[in-house]
């Protein structure tokens, strides 16, 4: 399935700032555990808890070519492997 970029294009291109450094591919993960009535009820959870203000949804796991790359806790601007 296709994943979303950050600027919403499927392709990575469209619309993209051009960027003075070569950049790479990155998967960016993000976990929740929901009680919901469906699947749909989970993903805006998930999404409701990522946008609160005062959130603490901030640890996201870092992959690339498949392979963990770290894990990024933007609170504390720690990276640990």
Not at 33 to 46: M, S, Y
Not at 49 to 55: L, S
Not at 69 to 74: I, Y
Request: hydrophobic share 35%.
């Amino acid at each position: 399935m296709p994943r979303s970029t950050q600027n919403g294009q499927r392709n990575g291109k469209a619309g993209a700032p051009q960027d003075p450094q070569p950049t790479k591919s990155y998967l960016v993960q993000w976990e929740i555990d929901v009680d919901a009535v469906d699947v749909l009820d989970a993903a805006r959870k998930a999404r409701a808890a990522q946008t609160r203000p005062g959130t603490l949804a901030m640890v996201f796991d870092v992959f690339q070519d498949n392979h963990f790359k770290g894990r990024v806790d933007l609170v504390n601007g720690e990276v640990t492997q």
